[in-house]
Structures are given as structure tokens and as C-alpha cells.
């Protein structure tokens, strides 16, 4: 899973791919029509949701292993462009909705209290 100073992990499965969540850990391959690779610095899977809003997933930065997780995915989506409607949810969004998440449930403030 994820810890401060390492890269959150994932693992693909039939069912979909799993990440580093509580709330909703595996991206079915059913909501998802499409995907497509970036080759930014660091390398990119943008899932395309069904509701038009993708979703971004570094990739490895080894090429064999780029090669296997993207080959893993292909096997369950088609690989295409980006659609020119698509909205992309940045990987870093994710972590900020769930630091949102965790301040709002402490409420008070009181969690920071020592």
C-alpha cells in the first residue's frame, strides 16, 4: 500500500484494478471504456470512465514492467485517444480529496491537539 515517501501500488485482477483506498478500493473494468498511455515524466495509464471523467495511475518507470502492466489492462479495455470531452482526475486529486476527508472527520481540530 502506500506510505510517506513511496509510490501508492496497484494490482490489477479480473475484477478491475485494485488501489491504495478505503472508501472504493478496486476501479471495475466495467465503469471504464478506454484507455490510454502518457509518456510524461513519470509515465501515465489514464482510464477513461464511462461518465467522461478519466483517471490517471503512474505507471513503473522500468519498461518491462510498463510493458506488462499495460498489456494486463489492454487485456480487459481498448486502447484509444483520449476523448476530447474527457475530464482528467489527477492522481495527486485523489490524495487531496482524501486529506479533505480526514480533516473534515476530525472535525474540532482536536486530532491535532497534543
Known sequence: MWSKGSRPTYAITTRGILRPSRD?????WESFDGFEVKTDDPPLLVLFRKQRKCREITLPAEAELRGLVVGA????????????????LPA??????ILRRALLRCG????FDK
Open 24 to 28: 472504493h478500493p478496486l476501479l471495475r
Open 92 to 97: 495527486r486529486g485523489f490524495f487531496r480529496r
Open 108 to 111: 474540532s481540530g482536536k486530532f
Open 73 to 88: 489492462v489492454a487485456a480487459h479495455l481498448p486502447q484509444r485517444p483520449l476523448p476530447p470531452d474527457c475530464t482528467v
